[in-house]
DNA sequence: CTATCATTCAAACTATCGATTGAATGATCT
DNA sequence: AGATCATTCAATCGATAGTTTGAATGATAG
């Protein structure tokens, strides 16, 4: 090659930062993140065509951001490892901080109230071990099955109007869900406070939960 | 907007990363990592016309990445905060540990040898408090004068071999330079091993350091 | 060894990005 | 107030990315 080393360096990195930018991309690093997952499933969760996630994924992997490896006739992809997570979690931090538009998006899901700061994952932990909080995973119920936070009940935004009648009403409930770019946890935790309950949101998600070496609760399928 | 909430946030991370996805952009933060400079500095050092940086510049803007002021006529830029140089280091990071070519690229920056670990900057600052090792800066000359670690000698690529009879040869030498994505101190260790002597590089260059804390000796001008 | 099926490739199209050129802006300085 | 000059805007071009469609691959299962 006959270009400067430091420029095809650059190349590299700008590689990296190009597969995070795209929206598509980001969702399959999201789902990725919950664990590692065949090409069908991913392109049912985000809504591609086959061919076009595939493609993604393909991309993807030319980052070194995600894996793959083969099982039966599937290929099934998974996270790199822990830095790809780090890496989607500046990605959000940096947005967060900076950029008006973010703040105004997540004010929105909020209903225009102030939601409380999120719990951090220690306090949870301790807190569970306690009892003195409700956990509610407001994921599908198929993610829910695939690994969960022990002692978290499940309901997604549409079946929480139905459970609410169930939550007692002077125990904190802590919302959490896919983690870094997921919007149910902000979602839930605004209508529980329109209903006069005391809600706030996990910092991150089940994957963060995991990678802190935390349980995992999987259902016996 | 009609476009769902989840959609919009995902679109706006997506805009950090492509912020960081040009070698042209990922070259004006190397730059900007070192300290505020105006556009027509910016594109003298990384070679882009003053229109170009200038679109570049405002790209970067956008995404929150860097801000500016105005100073009597100059726009002068500067990194928002310190969460763009994490993000810029693991960016690196990540690509180090997952690209091949990168791995193959840094290696032909050392011309085949196998370079010693870095040197870790509070180890550094120890061994410059008892006289233990020759710190030697391999900017550009007008990079050292607007800030360099205190103590450490001035020396581009170009004038090495010329200072090669001056390095005392039973003492380390360490060589540092701009940061996260500068090749200088790869090239001089690479240099100063083949004439025998025995040198590594620091764990990060200059930003990295002032991030620290540590001190940052500037020229009189 | 052949059929099957999940995945990948290939080609086509549209949209967007990056570089260049030359003109316009707008804050300063006299 | 007008001249100056660094910066930004606008228009253009070529190159690249994303989506869709349909065909090809290639490992498994019978």
Redesign the pocket.
Known sequence: MSISPKLALLEEYALVA?AL?????LSLLEQLAQGER????L?GKTG????????????LRRSGLVT?R?D??????RLTDAKTLELMDLLRIVAERNLAQVERILRGLSGGEDAPEPLSRADLAARLADGSVTLLDVRPADEYAAGHIPGALNATLAQLEQILPTLAPDTEIVAYCRGPYCVYAHQAVATLRRHGLNARRLDGGLPEWREDGRPVLIDAG
Request: charged share 15%; glycine share 6%.
């Open positions: 190009r930018s795209a929206p598509a991309r065949g090409v069908e499933a392109a591609l065509t086959i061919a076009n996630c595939s493609q993604h994924l393909q991309q793959s083969r039966g006739k599937a290929v099934i992809y």
